[in-house]
């Protein structure tokens, strides 16, 4: 059963701290999206790539967060420096062609 | 631009009851929708999508929904809700399935004995 796996499952972590969070998409997905859920916005686009390209990252505050794909069974997103207002749920979700996207379990970032 | 209405925040149904979720979409084309299941603590699980052809379409656990143009409207329905039903259920629309998708606020579902 092919699955999204994301690491870590939890994070905690101080203001101005790095953060990575990674993903690994389904093999043979081409397209990866990055998502941010919190209470107030809901779930919201941050990021997503086709066949390793950027194709949209207007989601993303790009002074502090960068996403990127080293190859094709690894996606990241880092935040430095991380703020409080960062703390959220961080879902990739990968998927091919017209397909469906499926999503991983999340990272549960907290940033005190 | 997209956009994704869920009107009901929180609803609770007796178990073996009815449900309706309610979904409402903009969008200038034929769109793709999907609903989205996610647990306390868990991602989200997809439950249903529509592209094109059936109007009613059926999903796992039960689920099934019908998307109706002239309403702009997507709603899920379950015969009988069973205890595990109880989770947030997420309406979603794209320009496809491997696009972007906009997603509604949720509806969080609590089951009643």
């Known amino acids: 059963d092919a699955r999204v796996t994301q690491t870590p499952r939890d994070k905690v972590t101080e203001m101005g701290q790095e953060v990575t969070m990674r993903c690994q998409p389904i093999?043979?997905?081409?397209?990866v999206f990055w998502y941010r859920q919190t209470m107030m916005q809901g779930l919201e686009l941050l990021a997503y790539f086709r066949n390793r390209a950027p194709l949209d990252d207007s989601g993303m505050p790009k002074d502090r967060f960068s996403a990127e794909m080293p190859d094709a069974t690894l996606a990241t997103l880092k935040i430095q420096p991380s703020e409080p207002r960062d703390s959220a749920v961080y879902f990739c979700?990968?998927?091919?062609?017209?397909?469906?996207?499926?999503f991983g379990p999340g990272t549960r970032l907290t940033v005190l | 631009a997209q956009s994704v209405t869920q009107p009901d925040i929180h609803i609770t149904v007796s178990e073996g009851a009815s449900l309706e979720l309610r979904c409402n979409y903009s969008y200038g084309a034929t769109p793709y929708l999907f609903w989205y299941v996610q647990s306390p603590g868990q991602g989200l699980q997809l439950l249903l999508k529509y592209f094109s052809g059936d109007t009613l379409v059926q999903g796992i656990k039960g689920f099934e929904a019908e998307f109706k143009r002239s309403q702009s409207s997507f709603n899920l329905r379950k015969p009988s809700v069973h205890w595990s039903d109880a989770a947030e259920y997420f309406c979603a629309v794209g320009v496809s399935g491997n696009t972007p998708l906009v997603f509604g606020k949720g509806t969080r579902l609590s089951v009643i004995a």
């Open positions: 979700a990968s998927g091919r062609n017209t397909d469906t996207q499926y």
């Open positions: 093999l043979g997905h081409n397209t």
